[in-house]
């Protein structure tokens, strides 16, 4: 259990998510409005605000900055119900607004960067839940190695980056609840928004299922 005060730790969530969903989605937001960033663009930027939360919270609150990386953390026993619930909340909570935020000063544009399935639910679910796996995945063994903890961040982020190149165009490549709940929020626009739910837990929760059972003696 962390000995850093819970009001800490729930700040920090909130303002790592709050970066996130800014500097993210307004790439998106952006894009749409001046041109020139594009899909690599705003890959990066998801990308570089992961890692840059991470670096800058991940020894405050663990910078899960994402509902489905706090839920598969406490089927794992590894966060409290009590502080699993306050994380879910201070995420959700910055992510909205950031996108309030967004929509003040850029407008409805581009939807506030809502995530929007281009392909059926099914397949859409489906891109939802093996992007995730693989984000999840890589959360867990990044930060699993003493070798490899220093460069976690950038290890974390770069994943979340190649995701947002594969499936941006597909799903809009959430894997995470609340960067798809903010903008939804701040344009309400909720198309197939249960995927942004089910996609993300489901592919962490069997992230971890399975890098346990790999790892097992």
């Given amino acids: 259990m962390s000995s850093i005060a819970l009001s800490r730790r729930v700040g920090a969530e909130v303002i ?7 500097f993210g989605a307004g790439a998106v937001m952006t894009d749409a409005i001046r041109g020139h960033i594009g899909l690599l663009g705003i890959s990066l930027a998801f990308g570089i605000a992961v890692a840059t939360a991470i670096v800058c919270f991940g020894n405050v609150s663990g910078a899960h900055i994402n509902p489905a990386v706090t839920i598969t953390f406490w089927t794992r026993g ?44 099914g397949a859409s679910l489906a891109v939802e839940i093996l992007l ?40 809009g ?21 249960w995927i942004y739910w089910v996609g993300p837990i489901g592919g962490m929760w069997l992230a971890g299922r399975v890098y346990d059972w790999l790892r097992e003696a």
Avoid: E
């Fill in 132 to 171: 995730s796996f693989g984000l999840m995945y890589t959360i867990m063994a990044a930060s699993a190695d003493p070798l490899r903890a220093s460069a976690a961040p950038f290890i974390i982020g770069g994943v979340v980056g190649l995701c947002a190149l594969m499936g941006g165009p597909l799903t």
């Fill in 173 to 193: 490549a959430s894997m995470n609840p609340a960067r798809s709940l903010g903008p939804a929020l701040a344009s309400g626009t909720w198309d197939g928004h």
């Fill in 78 to 121: 590894l966060i409290s119900s009590r502080d699993a619930l306050a994380y879910i909340a201070a995420q959700c909570a910055g992510a909205t607004a950031a996108a309030l935020v967004l929509r003040g000063l850029l407008g409805p544009v581009a939807y506030v960067g809502a995530t929007i399935p281009q392909l059926p639910a």
């Fill in 16 to 22: 790592g998510t709050f970066l996130l969903l800014f």
